[in-house]
């Protein structure tokens, strides 16, 4: 059984960064994409970043490349999302999912399985 565990969220000012982390269990490694993704109040999921767990490629949304830098670290079977740079438009609360044999890798229709998320706010 895939769980899923976030952690990491918090309030920072414009400017600032966060890590956040995703601990992963019951994931085949050799098949299996992590990927985080947001929702901000009143708005839709959309897809922030995302790993393939066996060759580490990474994938992100135009609106965080250069940011925001997805990472794992295979002995502690956790996913990292590292923000920098953060903006107030980055609020929300960020999930983290997975899925396999993903096509669209920040697509959040190709995830199973889903975390309860963690929530990140930026002040100006």
């Known amino acids: 059984q895939v769980n899923l565990v976030e952690s990491g969220g918090g309030s920072v000012q414009a400017g600032g960064s966060l890590r956040l982390s995703c601990e992963a269990s019951g994931v085949t490694r050799s098949s299996t994409f992590l990927g985080w993704f947001r929702q901000a109040p009143g708005k839709g999921r959309e897809g922030v970043a995302s790993i393939y767990l066996r060759d580490g490629s990474t994938y992100y949304h135009d609106s965080v490349r250069g940011r925001f830098t997805v990472s794992q670290d295979n002995a502690k079977n956790t996913v990292y999302l590292q923000l920098t740079s953060l903006k107030p438009e980055d609020t929300a609360m960020y999930y983290c999912?997975?899925?396999?044999?993903?096509?669209?890798?920040?697509?959040?229709?190709?995830?199973?399985?889903w975390g309860q998320g963690t929530q990140v706010t930026v002040s100006s």
């Open positions: 999912a997975a899925g396999q044999w993903v096509g669209s890798p920040i697509d959040e229709y190709e995830y199973k399985f």
